[in-house]
């Protein structure tokens, strides 16, 4: 690879190739988004690693703590990227680490009802901050107006894709 190639500009060029009545533009987009966001999730796992959760898990944390009152698993679920399956293991790990607490739902008693520990929020209060330097650090790579830029076309699409 060249300086100002990477490894979607390869991949598009093989296909190119094999493919020539193939149109790759999706792939110079799609391709590099799905790329960013597994380097993405890989490095801030490894900064909270020392921590002991994930950064779903992180996410999760970070949802019941912008929250007033205890939410309901759905809500959860709605707020993360995952599937109610992976929020019910998340919180069943965050659970065990006394993070969380599981209460009855007294408006539905066979929901619950899911909040953060006190030692949930001094976690959330503590690796926030380093969290949001480090992913500040990765940032750098780009100005603070192709930053603006890049989310607002991520806003963009994202409004489009959300239900």
Do not use: C
């Not at 190639?5 to 790759?24: G, K, M, N």
């Amino acid at each position: 690879m060249t300086a100002n190639r990477d490894a979607i500009d390869e991949i598009r060029a093989v296909w190119a190739d094999r493919r020539p009545d193939l149109d790759t533009e999706p792939i110079a987009v799609v391709g590099r988004i799905l790329r960013a966001a597994r380097f993405l999730q890989q490095a801030a796992d490894d900064w909270l690693a020392d921590a002991g959760v994930t950064r779903a898990e992180f996410d999760v944390l970070s949802q019941l703590r912008r929250n007033d009152a205890p939410l309901r698993p759905g809500d959860l679920t709605a707020g993360v990227v995952g599937s109610p399956a992976a929020t019910t293991k998340r919180l069943h790990k965050l659970t065990a680490a006394g993070l969380v607490t599981r209460t009855p739902d007294p408006d539905d008693a066979r929901a619950a009802r899911v909040a953060l520990t006190p030692s949930g929020e001094r976690l959330v209060d503590e690796v926030l901050p380093r969290q949001l330097a480090a992913e500040a650090e990765l940032l750098e790579a780009l100005t603070p107006a192709q930053r603006e830029s890049l989310a607002a076309l991520l806003r963009t699409a994202l409004l489009a894709w959300e239900p």
